[in-house]
């Protein structure tokens, strides 16, 4: 795999800041992102996930003890070592083995190189990165490369992976368009505080105890009928 260094810039006007977070983690922007439910659909189909409230109680598990806050602390990790131009390689590698599923492990790569693919129309050449990159590692390394600043691109980034869960599990539960807004606007100070605590972690923080979400994936796998690819 090829050394992961880049040239950060800074200076960047907020205002461009804010439209290239908007833009980059848009439901739009080429990455897959909606194809993917991390392993909600299985847990839909066994009755787990049944209702607002227990999609709720899921998802915060995932921020705080699960694989979206270590993809968070990945992030955080990923930023700064890019914002130093440092050589972030040797954490792409450790995102990518702290995938706890073949699914898992679809879902964060294929993302973070279509990410990579996409943001060439930013002037980032592909070459600069390594082959393969973890979805979380991708972002922050962007991100930090183009002057955004670390906490409000983690809670753009925390914003959008739960979007897209919420947006999927609207499709499975069935639930409604309302109560998944009201389901956002619930999380909106989890997500602040995620993302404050990750941004000031560092790879001594990872950790998963959501065994679960974990199995979820795992028989997901063989699940006969699915919407999703994880």
Known sequence: MSTTIITPMTDLDPNAALLRLMTWLSPAFPVGAFSYSHGIERAV???????????QN????LMHHGSVWNDAVLFAASWRASDSGVDF???AELGEAMA???????ETMLQGNAFLHAIRHWGVKESAFADDMPYPVAVAAIAASNGVSLKPALAAFLH???SNLIQGAVRLIPLGQSH?????AAMEMQIITIAAQAADSNLDDLGSATIMSDIMAMQHETQYSRVFRS
Do not use: C, F, N, P
């Open 160 to 162: 959008a992976v739960l």
């Open 89 to 91: 390689q040797h954490i």
């Open 45 to 55: 189909h066994d009755g787990l996930i049944h209702d607002k409230t227990s999609l």
């Open 180 to 184: 998944g807004v009201a389901l956002m």
């Open 100 to 106: 706890g599923s073949k699914e898992r492990h679809m």
């Open 58 to 61: 899921w998802l915060y598990d």
